[in-house]
């Protein structure tokens, strides 16, 4: 369904959930729908996937996985060897992302959304991020949550998360998909990156990892003269098996 169509949407779309308006919430469940039926159209998949670290600090060899999902949720992840994940943004529904936010908006025009995109922006909370606040100050503010959907695909581009205030932006992470089309039937991600603006010692509450390496890097570290960092995690994901385990 072309943009457009967004302009002309029944009220007969169940209200739900918390936005910021009622022509929002139509609006805005619309592409929530859209977004998790797609998702679903995926019973179960097989996919190798590699991790690449590019933290300040830190070099660690490029870990690889075999992932295996079954609907709703039970994900199994494989490795050989010692490997670091993303909590967050990998392998979540867009009905669970989008439930973690309050007070949704509805954005159809803005100067970074590209054609065929739109964006629900909206307020989450840290917990719900899965994310450790560079200070306990930040905290007490609430993060923006701007979530990019392709409409032609119903799928996330990308997912951002910031602190605003009238003269700062602090930037938390951002998570940017691009995807591929298998059996021409469903898109599915081939690369995310991650990227995060947390201290060093924070990294701990955010990964996953398979091994304690981890928590003695935190031990070492000295809480008050860690600087924010900026790292990145790039996934890449490959040899798709979709929908063969029934």
Excluded: H
């Amino acid at each position: 369904m072309r943009l457009i169509n967004f302009l002309i949407i029944f009220m007969s779309f169940a209200i739900t959930g918390n936005y910021a308006s009622k022509i929002d919430s139509i609006r805005c469940q619309y592409v929530i729908d859209k977004t998790n039926a797609n998702f679903q159209k995926v019973k179960n998949y097989n996919v190798d996937i590699s991790v690449e670290l590019d933290i300040p600090g830190i070099r660690m060899p490029i870990s690889n996985y075999v992932v295996s999902f079954n609907q709703p949720d039970q994900i199994e992840i494989k490795s050989k060897e010692f490997g670091i994940l993303p909590k967050t943004g990998l392998f979540e529904s867009p009905e669970e992302n989008f439930n973690n936010l309050e007070d949704k908006v509805f954005i159809l025009k803005d100067d970074s959304l590209i054609e065929n995109e739109v964006m629900v922006e909206g307020y989450a909370i840290f917990d719900s991020l899965k994310f450790a606040s560079p200070n306990a100050y930040l905290e007490m503010l609430e993060p923006i949550v701007r979530v990019k959907v392709d409409t032609l695909n119903w799928v996330i581009n990308s997912v951002v998360a910031s602190i605003e205030t009238r003269k700062k932006k602090i930037p938390l992470f951002q998570i940017e998909n691009i995807y591929n089309r298998f059996d021409s039937e469903f898109v599915m991600p081939v690369k995310s990156t991650a990227k995060y603006y947390i201290k060093d010692k924070k990294l701990s509450n955010w990964l996953s990892k398979d091994s304690d390496y981890l928590n003695q890097m935190k031990q070492s570290q000295n809480s008050d003269s860690e600087p924010i960092v900026e790292g990145t995690i790039e996934v890449k994901y490959s040899n798709y098996v979709i929908n063969k385990n029934d």
